[in-house]
């Protein structure tokens, strides 16, 4: 005789397993999983180095941009792992995916620390053969890990048991990641002056993460985004990692009935995200720093997240869910 019974679950802990615990008997096999264990043995390591290194490359210390780079190539890691896992375990490039992604953000991050022990720039820095093949490779390889990634987005699109709205997040966190990748591109222009030197021989930089004139002055604690004029590595942060914050709506929505409404409201999400993006490479490119006020920029940001807000509490407050068991 079968009885069945219904019982409501808390979503926020269907959230936390579903992100954090992945039902893969095969998991530890995966390249990136090792990959992001790498990038937290590497920031567990290289902490005592600020205390430790007390040398500093334009007022930072320089172990920081490493730190920077491991904490955000780890987090990249295991969000893209899950995906690949979750919905793309069958996809004949998901491994050679995996693989190539380890190895162009191992090769950005042994570049980028080995740069810093020695005392140099990993960035712009042109001032000897040896610094212009270092940048070189890291721009190659970069562009490779962008297109691998850029790589996921059709087989997600053709999944056809995805839930619609889970399938829209996770579409709209690639894409928009896209996006804040291929805005490094920006800073590894030469601009006008660089291009002046280099026509009389002197190699110094090529290109600069900074936009506007006037000095650099203060900048953020720990990520060092200045405060005063543009800078791009913030759109980039936030391009890059706005990624989590649609992979964590997918996980929410996994469990919860089909709606239109919830399809609307991602989509939503994803077009002001990517305007609030968009704002704010326009704002750099024009020399104002994101964290200055400016009437129409700051404004149009308040607006946003207005909106934004919005969307969020509309979305969460959806009915609780229900999960029906049949025993024996």
């Known amino acids: 005789m079968f009885t069945m019974y219904t019982f409501y679950v808390d979503r926020a802990y269907i959230l936390v397993y579903t992100v954090y615990i992945m039902e893969y008997t095969n998991i530890k096999r995966q390249p990136l999983f090792w990959n992001g264990i790498s990038m937290v043995v590497l920031t567990i390591t290289m902490i005592p180095l600020l205390l430790l290194d007390t040398r500093t490359l334009l007022g ?28 793309l375990a069958d996809w004949k490039y998901n491994r050679k995916t995996q693989i190539t992604l380890t190895i162009t953000s191992a090769i950005e991050i042994i570049l980028i620390t080995m740069q810093a022990a020695r005392g140099e720039s990993s960035h712009f820095n042109v001032s000897n053969p040896w610094n212009q093949i270092v940048f070189s490779v890291m721009g190659t390889s970069i562009s490779i890990f962008w297109l691998f990634h850029l790589g996921m987005i059709l087989p997600i699109f053709k999944q056809k048991q995805i839930p619609k709205a889970v399938k829209e997040s996770l579409l709209w966190g690639l894409f928009i990641a896209g996006f804040g990748m291929i805005i490094g591109f920006f800073m590894t222009t030469p601009r006008p002056e660089q291009l002046e030197l280099m026509k009389q021989g002197i190699f110094q930089t090529s290109g600069s993460h900074n936009f506007g004139k006037g000095e650099v002055g203060q900048g953020l604690y720990f990520f060092g985004w200045s405060t005063v004029i543009g800078d791009m590595r913030v759109p980039h942060f936030f391009g890059m990692h706005v990624m989590q914050v649609f ?19 991602i989509r939503l999400i994803g077009v002001f995200l990517l305007l609030m993006n968009g704002l704010m490479v326009v704002q750099t490119l024009m020399g104002y720093s994101i964290f200055s006020f400016h009437r129409f920029f700051t404004g149009s940001y308040g607006l946003i997240v207005l909106v934004l807000t919005t969307l969020f509490i509309r979305l969460f407050s959806s009915p609780k869910f229900s999960i029906t068991k049949v025993t024996t």
């Open 60 to 87: 930072v210390n320089l172990w920081i941009k490493p730190i920077k780079f491991t904490l955000s190539l780890g987090i990249y890691s295991f969000s893209t792992l899950w995906i690949l896992e979750r919905f």
């Open 247 to 265: 992979f964590v709506l997918a996980a929410f929505l996994m469990p919860l009935a089909e709606k239109k409404e919830h399809g609307m409201i």
